[in-house]
């Protein structure tokens, strides 16, 4: 399986934008959601992740190459899952999943109908409340081990994880988040590029797999399932 993925600025994505073009890059739908956000931060997210997400569908995916970005719409499922719909029809088998976080924007598309979460992070400091409230106690633990310099990535990589996950069942927050447990170990001392590490949870009997990196101060995370080899692609 080939996981094709990008991360970049909200900027990034604006700049490659001329604003007259908006029309041309987003469909009907698309044009109807976005005009019904109201707060601006949630429609640059919004809009970002769109067109980050449909560049890299356009270059990667064999269907959507000689397409227009306006005809590949990237819209929302009532869980709040992305789906994709191409000439009316609706592609429910499509893995595509985006996150976005202090404007930046990480998508991710893979080549196998197999299910797909990514989540990105800022490392910045959790507070206490937040750690009791969604952490188990084997990762408060895990917490309570490491020096304190090294607490903000730890906690944000475990939640991150967390969200790859429950975005790859499709699930968001709708499930209390101790029901994962996630167990990086040692393995958060390691090489640039994507890191695989563990977890268990009792929400799926599948083969889920957890992958992340780092890039500067955020931290990115992938979860899929199937038992191929997965080879990363950054576009
Ligand atoms: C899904 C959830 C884990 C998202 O995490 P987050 O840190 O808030 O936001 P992220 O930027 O990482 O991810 C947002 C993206 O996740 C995707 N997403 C949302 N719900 C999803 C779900 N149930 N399954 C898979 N993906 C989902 C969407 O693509 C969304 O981006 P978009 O709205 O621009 O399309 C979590 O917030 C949640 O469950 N949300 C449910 C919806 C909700 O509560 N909305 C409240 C206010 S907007």
Redesign the pocket.
């Known amino acids: 399986m080939t996981v094709f993925w990008s991360f970049s600025s909200i900027d990034q994505e604006f700049t490659k934008t001329k604003p007259r073009e908006l029309n041309s890059l987003l469909g009907e739908q698309e044009r109807e959601y976005l005009n019904s956000l109201r707060i601006e931060k949630r429609r640059s997210?919004?809009l970002a992740?769109r067109l980050a997400l449909k560049r890299l569908l356009q270059a990667v995916h064999a269907e959507l190459a000689g397409r227009e970005l306006s005809e590949i719409q990237i819209l929302?499922l009532e869980?709040?899952?992305?789906c994709l719909l191409i000439d009316n029809d609706l592609r429910l088998n499509e893995s595509i999943?985006?996150?976005?976080?202090n404007r930046h924007v990480f998508c991710a598309y893979a080549d196998e109908k197999d299910l797909l979460?990514v989540?990105?992070e800022l490392v910045e400091k959790r507070s206490l409340d937040f750690i009791q409230d969604f952490f188990t106690v084997d990762e408060i633990h895990q917490l309570n081990l490491c020096p304190p310099a090294d607490h903000p990535f730890l906690a944000n990589i475990i939640w991150s994880a967390k969200?790859a996950i429950?975005?790859a069942l499709?699930?968001?927050?709708?499930v209390d988040t101790r029901r994962i447990n996630i167990q990086p170990g040692s393995s958060i001392i390691s090489s640039p590029g994507w890191n695989s590490f563990g977890f268990t949870t009792d929400l799926i009997d599948k083969d889920l797999r957890l992958y992340w990196r780092r890039d500067d101060e955020f931290v990115l995370t992938i979860c899929v399932t199937g038992h191929l080899p997965v080879r990363f692609v950054q576009l």
């Open positions: 997210e919004w992740g929302k869980n709040g899952a992305p999943s985006l996150s976005h976080s979460g989540d990105l969200e429950l975005k499709s699930l968001g927050l709708t």
